[in-house]
C-alpha cells in the first residue's frame, strides 16, 4: 500500500523537474501533455505528408487537445524573439524529428536525395524566388520538383552549411556563377525582369 503513494511523488517530482528544465531551457511549458519539441517533430511529420491520425496516435491525444497544443506553440513563437533558443530548438527538432515519443517510432521521415548535385539546388532556389515573386505557391513549386517542405529543409540544409564552409574565392565564383545562371533563366521564365 505505502508502494503507490512513493511512485506518485516521485512521478510528480519528475515532472516538475521535467517542467523546470522546459523554462530553465526557455521552451514553452508542455499543453495537454505535448512538450514543445514533440510539437516540432509532430509538425516535421505533417509536413512530410505523414498523417495527422498517426500523430495523434503517437502523442496519445485526440484532434482537440493536439488542436490547443498547436495553437499554443503556435502563439509562442509568433510572440518570441526569433534569435531565441525556442526557435532554435524548432529548427533542430524539424531537422531531426526522432525526439520525445517519436524518437521510438518507425516511420521517421526520409529524405530521398532530389537535390543531389549544386546545380540542383541552385535550379530549385531560382525557381523558389523568381516563381514566388511571380506570385507562383512555392509549396506547387517544390510539388514539381517531387518534394514537401520537410524534404526541402532537409535537402537544402547541406547545400546551406557547405556554401557556408567554402572558403576557396575560385570555387565561390563558380558557385556563384552557377546561382546567377539559374536566376536568370527563372526570371525569363516568369517574365521577371532581369536582377540587378
Do not use: C, H
Not at 17 to 26: D, Q, V
Not at 78 to 106: C, H, I, L, Q
Amino acid at each position: 500500500m505505502r508502494v503507490r503513494p512513493i511512485r506518485q511523488a516521485a512521478a510528480t517530482v519528475l515532472l516538475l523537474l521535467a517542467m523546470n528544465a522546459y523554462a530553465e531551457e526557455g521552451l514553452p511549458a508542455p499543453v495537454n501533455g505535448i512538450t514543445f519539441e514533440e510539437w516540432a517533430a509532430a509538425n516535421a511529420r505533417l509536413a512530410n505528408n505523414q498523417p495527422l491520425d498517426g500523430v495523434l496516435q503517437v502523442l496519445r491525444v485526440n484532434e482537440g487537445q493536439w488542436k490547443q497544443a498547436d495553437a499554443a506553440f503556435l502563439q509562442a513563437l509568433k510572440t518570441g524573439d526569433p534569435g531565441s533558443a525556442t526557435f532554435m530548438r524548432y529548427g533542430e527538432v524539424f531537422a531531426n524529428p526522432a525526439v520525445g515519443r517519436f524518437a521510438r517510432a518507425g516511420d521517421q521521415p526520409k529524405v530521398d536525395g532530389r537535390l543531389a548535385t549544386y546545380d540542383d539546388y541552385a535550379r530549385l532556389q531560382a525557381d523558389m524566388s523568381a516563381g514566388v515573386e511571380a506570385g507562383k505557391d512555392p509549396q506547387t513549386i517544390l510539388k514539381a520538383y517531387g518534394l514537401n517542405v520537410y524534404q526541402y529543409s532537409q535537402e537544402s540544409g547541406k547545400w546551406v552549411r557547405m556554401m557556408a564552409t567554402v572558403n576557396d574565392p575560385a570555387e565561390l565564383e563558380r558557385l556563384a556563377a552557377i546561382r546567377d545562371k539559374y536566376q536568370r533563366e527563372y526570371r525569363a521564365k516568369y517574365g521577371l525582369p532581369a536582377a540587378q
